[in-house]
């Protein structure tokens, strides 16, 4: 007897995972940015293209869950985090570092929560890229807003 998948439960637990990630960077800029984040409404990306800002962190996922996230935010955002840790050197090189260890970080945590089966990459860290991005096959990339101080950035995760 051939089953059909459950796709209400497969929806359920990707919904769950986005949420995962989603904890992961609220809790990310209550801890290291020592203010809390405002996260926006998800959204599926209308195109197959995502919003890319100047410097994104992107982490590829494998085991159970198979796919990439990625943190993607403007250099202004970038630099006030990085003087708000009490950094003054506002290089590219620093941008790059800050933006990789927000994906790595918000990626770690949801390992944890997720389990073992999750495998994380390690950061590849990127810059204007343009909407650049390879999406996985049948997956459609969730952009969540993620707004702090004045400025906003995205958290986007796309999980087959």
């Known amino acids: 007897m051939n089953r059909q998948p459950d796709w209400s439960s497969r929806q359920t637990s990707v919904a769950s995972d986005i949420s995962t990630f989603v904890n992961g960077a609220t809790r990310y800029f209550e801890t ?8 926006g409404a998800p959204y599926v990306a209308e195109s197959e293209r995502a919003t890319v800002q100047e410097f994104t962190g992107l982490i590829r ?15 202004s955002m970038l630099s006030v985090m990085l003087l708000r840790m009490g950094e003054t050197d506002l290089s590219d090189d620093n941008m790059r570092d800050l933006v990789g260890e927000v994906a790595n970080t918000i990626s770690g945590n949801a ?15 990127v810059t204007n890229l343009k909407g650049r991005i390879d999406y996985p096959v049948n997956a459609r990339p969730v952009v969540i807003p993620v707004h702090w101080r004045s400025y906003s950035a995205q958290l986007v995760v796309c999980l087959q």
Not at 32 to 39: D, G, I, N, R
């Open 61 to 75: 996922i494998a085991g159970e869950r198979k796919g990439i996230v990625y943190f993607t935010a403007p250099r």
């Open 32 to 39: 290291t940015a020592s203010q809390s984040a405002a996260v």
């Open 111 to 125: 390992r944890r929560e997720i389990g073992q089966h999750l495998k994380i990459s390690v950061p590849t860290v």
